[in-house]
C-alpha cells in the first residue's frame, strides 16, 4: 500500500487526508503541537462559520471574486469541491448547518470542537495514523527514486512517502512562536517566500479619552465603511485602540476612510425627519432623538465631529451620512484573524506541488493568498485540501484492490 504523509492537521490537511484515504492510501498525519486542529478550535470560538452565500442564485465566479491570489486557481478548486460540497461533507460527518443573516453557513451549536472532533474519529475510521509533537525539518524529494520523498522530524525521525503535502498554516495566531520555524525551512529549501503581513485585522485610531470612556467595547450598529477598496455595511467594534469589525476587515486601509452612520436613510430623508420636528432642539438632541443612532454612533459624533457644525443641522446630517475617519495603522500579525503572505505560487504547479521537490505539496493559508472573513478562508482551505489530495492520489497510485 502507498504511504502518503500529510503535516498540518487544519482544515487543508484534514481534507486532503480524507481524500487520500477514501483512496487507497495509508495516511500518517503529523502535528508539530499536542493539540490537533487548534487554529480551528480558536476560529470557532467565538462561532465557527464554514462557508457564504454570496447571492441567492451564488454563482461560482461570484465567491471566486472575494478572493486574493491567482484566479483561475481559485476557480478551479472551487469547482473541484465546491461550497456545496463542503456542506455535504460536513452533514455526513453527523454535523448539521444553517444559513445565518449575514449569508454565512455556521455549525449548529457554533463551536468547532464537535466538527473537528467528529471528523478526526472519520480518519480514525479510515485508517489514518495520527501523530503529535511531530514537527518536520527537512524534506527531500529523492533523486535515487523520483517517486519518493523523505521526511525529518525534530524528534531524529526520518521516513520515506511516495508524496508529502504541508498545510502549517499563516502567520495568524502563532503568539508562542515568534518568528513562525516554518518559512525558514522552506526559504532554506529555496522555496520563494513572501513575508506574512496580517490580515483581516483590526486599524488604530486617534480616539480622544473622552469618546474612549463613553464607546469602548460598544459596537457601531449597522454602518457603511467606504475606502478606495470598496464599501461594506455591518457592524464595528469600538475599542481602546480603534476599530475592529467585519467592515474594517473587509475594506480597512491606512489613511481616510468613511463611516455612513445611518446608511438605511438617504441624506435627503434624515434632513427631513429631522426638520420635521417643531420642537426647539438644538441639531445634537435632534440627532439623538429622532435618527435612533447606536449609543456608539452618537458619541462618535459628539466626541469627534467638528465642533464648528454641530449647530448646522444640514452639515451635521451630511457628517452622518459621511463621517471622514483616519486611519493610523493596521494591528500587530499576532492579533490577525489571518495573514497574506507565505509561499509563492511562482513555486508551484497547477496540482500545488513545488516545482523544485516532486512529490512535495502545499496548500492552506501557508500560500500567498488571502480572503474576507465569512467562511472565505475555511472554504478556501478544504478545497485546496481535496485539490492537493486528488492530485497526490493520481501520482502516487495505492495498490488497487486495497
Same mark, same amino acid.
Given at each position: 500500500?502507498?504511504?502518503?504523509?500529510?503535516?498540518?492537521?487544519?482544515?487543508?490537511?484534514?481534507?486532503?487526508?480524507?481524500?487520500?484515504?477514501?483512496?487507497?492510501?495509508?495516511?500518517?498525519?503529523?502535528?508539530?503541537?499536542?493539540?490537533?486542529?487548534?487554529?480551528?478550535?480558536?476560529?470557532?470560538?467565538?462561532?465557527?462559520?464554514?462557508?457564504?452565500?454570496?447571492?441567492?442564485?451564488?454563482?461560482?465566479?461570484?465567491?471566486?471574486?472575494?478572493?486574493?491570489?491567482?484566479?483561475?486557481?481559485?476557480?478551479?478548486?472551487?469547482?473541484?469541491?465546491?461550497?456545496?460540497?463542503?456542506?455535504?461533507?460536513?452533514?455526513?460527518?453527523?454535523?448539521?448547518?444553517?444559513?445565518?443573516?449575514?449569508?454565512?453557513?455556521?455549525?449548529?451549536?457554533?463551536?468547532?470542537?464537535?466538527?473537528?472532533?467528529?471528523?478526526?474519529?472519520?480518519?480514525?475510521?479510515?485508517?489514518?495514523?495520527?501523530?503529535?509533537?511531530?514537527?518536520?525539518?527537512?524534506?527531500?524529494?529523492?533523486?535515487?527514486?523520483?517517486?519518493?520523498?523523505?521526511?525529518?522530524?525534530?524528534?531524529?525521525?526520518?521516513?520515506?512517502?511516495?508524496?508529502?503535502?504541508?498545510?502549517?498554516?499563516?502567520?495568524?495566531?502563532?503568539?508562542?512562536?515568534?518568528?513562525?520555524?516554518?518559512?525558514?525551512?522552506?526559504?532554506?529549501?529555496?522555496?520563494?517566500?513572501?513575508?506574512?503581513?496580517?490580515?483581516?485585522?483590526?486599524?488604530?485610531?486617534?480616539?480622544?479619552?473622552?469618546?474612549?470612556?463613553?464607546?469602548?467595547?460598544?459596537?457601531?450598529?449597522?454602518?457603511?465603511?467606504?475606502?478606495?477598496? &470598496?464599501?461594506?455595511?455591518?457592524? !464595528?467594534?469600538? +475599542?481602546?485602540?480603534?476599530?475592529?469589525?467585519?467592515? $474594517? /476587515?473587509?475594506? @480597512? *486601509?491606512?489613511?481616510?476612510?468613511?463611516?455612513?452612520?445611518?446608511?438605511?436613510?438617504?441624506?435627503?430623508?434624515?434632513?427631513?425627519?429631522?426638520?420635521?420636528?417643531?420642537?426647539?432642539?438644538?441639531?445634537?438632541?435632534?440627532?439623538?432623538?429622532?435618527?435612533?443612532?447606536?449609543?456608539?454612533?452618537?458619541?462618535?459624533?459628539?466626541?469627534?465631529?467638528?465642533?464648528?457644525?454641530?449647530?448646522?443641522?444640514?452639515?451635521?446630517?451630511?457628517?452622518?451620512?459621511?463621517?471622514?475617519?483616519?486611519?493610523?495603522?493596521?494591528?500587530?500579525?499576532?492579533?490577525?484573524?489571518?495573514?497574506?503572505? &507565505?509561499?509563492?505560487?511562482?513555486? !508551484?504547479?497547477? +496540482?500545488?506541488?513545488?516545482?523544485?521537490?516532486?512529490? $512535495? /505539496?502545499?496548500? @492552506? *493559508?501557508?500560500?500567498?493568498?488571502?480572503?474576507?472573513?465569512?467562511?472565505?478562508?475555511?472554504?478556501?482551505?478544504?478545497?485546496?485540501?481535496?485539490?492537493?489530495?486528488?492530485?497526490?492520489?493520481?501520482?502516487?497510485?495505492?495498490?488497487?484492490?486495497?
Amino acid at each position: 500500500m502507498s504511504k502518503v504523509a500529510v503535516i498540518g492537521s487544519g482544515p487543508a490537511g484534514l481534507m486532503a487526508a480524507h481524500v487520500l484515504a477514501t483512496r487507497g492510501f495509508a495516511v500518517t498525519l503529523f502535528e508539530k503541537k499536542q493539540t490537533l486542529g487548534a487554529k480551528l478550535l480558536i476560529a470557532g470560538s467565538s462561532g465557527l462559520n464554514v462557508t457564504h452565500k454570496v447571492t441567492e442564485d451564488a454563482s461560482l465566479e461570484e465567491f471566486v471574486a472575494f478572493y486574493r491570489g491567482p484566479r483561475g486557481h481559485f476557480q478551479k478548486i472551487l469547482k473541484d469541491f465546491s461550497p456545496q460540497d463542503w456542506l455535504k461533507f460536513i452533514k455526513s460527518l453527523g454535523i448539521e448547518t444553517f444559513l445565518g443573516t449575514s449569508r454565512r453557513y455556521f455549525v449548529d451549536g457554533m463551536k468547532a470542537a464537535p466538527l473537528l472532533r467528529s471528523w478526526l474519529n472519520h480518519l480514525k475510521e479510515l485508517g489514518v495514523e495520527i501523530l503529535t509533537r511531530h514537527e518536520c525539518v527537512d524534506f527531500e524529494a529523492l533523486q535515487e527514486n523520483p517517486s519518493r520523498v523523505r521526511l525529518s522530524f525534530q524528534n531524529g525521525i526520518s521516513q520515506e512517502f511516495s508524496a508529502a503535502l504541508f498545510a502549517l498554516g499563516g502567520g495568524s495566531y502563532e503568539n508562542h512562536e515568534i518568528p513562525l520555524r516554518w518559512p525558514g525551512l522552506f526559504t532554506r529549501k529555496g522555496v520563494a517566500f513572501i513575508p506574512f503581513e496580517a490580515s483581516n485585522v483590526g486599524f488604530e485610531v486617534e480616539w480622544t479619552q473622552a469618546f474612549k470612556t463613553e464607546a469602548e467595547g460598544k459596537p457601531l450598529k449597522n454602518v457603511t465603511l467606504t475606502s478606495s477598496k &470598496g464599501k461594506v455595511t455591518g457592524d !464595528l467594534m469600538v +475599542t481602546q485602540y480603534g476599530l475592529e469589525g467585519t467592515p $474594517i /476587515y473587509q475594506v @480597512g *486601509e491606512v489613511g481616510e476612510v468613511f463611516l455612513d452612520l445611518k446608511p438605511d436613510l438617504t441624506f435627503t430623508s434624515a434632513l427631513a425627519r429631522l426638520v420635521k420636528s417643531r420642537e426647539n432642539l438644538s441639531p445634537m438632541r435632534r440627532i439623538k432623538k429622532f435618527m435612533k443612532l447606536s449609543p456608539a454612533a452618537y458619541a462618535l459624533l459628539f466626541h469627534h465631529a467638528p465642533k464648528e457644525i454641530q449647530n448646522d443641522l444640514e452639515a451635521l446630517v451630511k457628517c452622518v451620512k459621511k463621517f471622514p475617519l483616519h486611519l493610523e495603522a493596521k494591528r500587530p500579525l499576532a492579533e490577525a484573524i489571518s495573514s497574506a503572505g &507565505g509561499v509563492s505560487f511562482d513555486e !508551484l504547479d497547477e +496540482t500545488l506541488m513545488l516545482r523544485k521537490y516532486p512529490g $512535495i /505539496y502545499a496548500a @492552506g *493559508e501557508m500560500l500567498n493568498w488571502d480572503a474576507p472573513t465569512g467562511g472565505f478562508l475555511i472554504q478556501a482551505c478544504v478545497s485546496q485540501g481535496h485539490w492537493v489530495g486528488t492530485a497526490m492520489s493520481e501520482r502516487a497510485r495505492p495498490v488497487l484492490g486495497h
